[in-house]
């Protein structure tokens, strides 16, 4: 199996994060992942906000705690109650992926954006994980706040994001489903 | 370099194909790398459509032909006209992917999927395009009988599709655009 499959197959969703910060080098070479997806005509709709700084990291997670709470979802309001709950389980870095709206297919290039950075990471052992709650919170009104202070370009959309950082926890695959190909000759 | 970061530098769209179909052993390389893609809470809603009939491969052309003939787009629809014009390009293969709508998010989930089959193939030196114009065709009223013709399962939309085929032609990565990432330390 080539290095690249082997990234593929082993790259897992990191819920457990060293406090280190990754380095700068590191951090390039998963943006540098990133900027090389496809998109639809080659429009590269994307911006990449990174977010290192502690003081803003904690600002993003209470206002993702308090829409969890808002939302009236019980399971989620509870755990977004407790005191040590992070939405993105205390990465050091969190990588915000916003597009221009205007473009054919913004939420598809931005997703193959941070899917090429999830596997750019895991080619130098750095753990990653789809934060899914993050991207509702910045696009509401109550993030705008929240959105002015990170400087997301004007005319984007937050699409997704994904925390990053040294792994704490080495996650096996779960079990593939069965009976996902059809195959027409 | 990493071999994976030169995979997913080096992986463009391909829109020139020799005719000879890849092999058994390179096809199953591509879906592994599929289904290894990262989902929303695991759930991993999608199918993966191969289509090598070359019947069957030139029905579904000539339908996205109709459809963009009949879109009313001037430049799309003198493409379509034209008798050799193929919407994936002539690949010996097809792979149409197609999600559970009821899942949370069927359509970047199936994105990542194909992203991944998409490195999967360039790593083993197979060249692929995204080939837009096909999911809407299958999910429109027009293209349910060559749906229901390809097995599409039941409670699926189809999401995206990527043709697969050696490469006839080397593309060149076009520049990255400039400005895309900030950096918040």
């Known amino acids: 199996m ?26 390039s070479n998963i943006l540098e992942g990133g900027k090389f997806a496809p998109s639809a005509i080659n429009e590269q709709p994307w911006h990449f906000t990174v977010v290192q700084n502690k003081q803003l990291l904690n600002k993003i997670n209470e206002a993702c705690k308090a829409e969890l709470i808002k939302s009236g979802h019980q399971v989620l309001a509870d755990q ?32 193959l954006a941070l899917g090429n950075m999830f596997l750019a990471a895991e080619s130098i052992g750095i753990g990653s994980c789809w934060i899914h709650a993050i991207a509702g919170v910045l696009n509401s009104e109550d993030g705008a706040e929240l959105r002015k202070e990170l400087n997301i370009p004007q005319g984007h959309m937050v699409y997704c994001s994904g925390s990053f950082g040294y792994k704490a926890m080495e996650p096996e695959a779960p079990e593939r489903k069965e009976n996902t190909v059809s195959i027409i000759r």
Chains 1, 2 share one sequence.
């Open 2 to 27: 080539n290095e690249t499959m082997k990234t593929l197959l082993n790259r897992r969703s990191t819920r457990a994060y060293k406090p280190e910060q990754i380095k700068e080098a590191e951090l």
């Open 80 to 111: 977004a109650k407790k005191e040590d709950f992070s939405v993105f389980y205390n990465s050091p870095t969190l990588i915000i992926v916003s597009g221009n709206e205007k473009t054919i297919t913004p939420q598809i290039d931005c997703a």
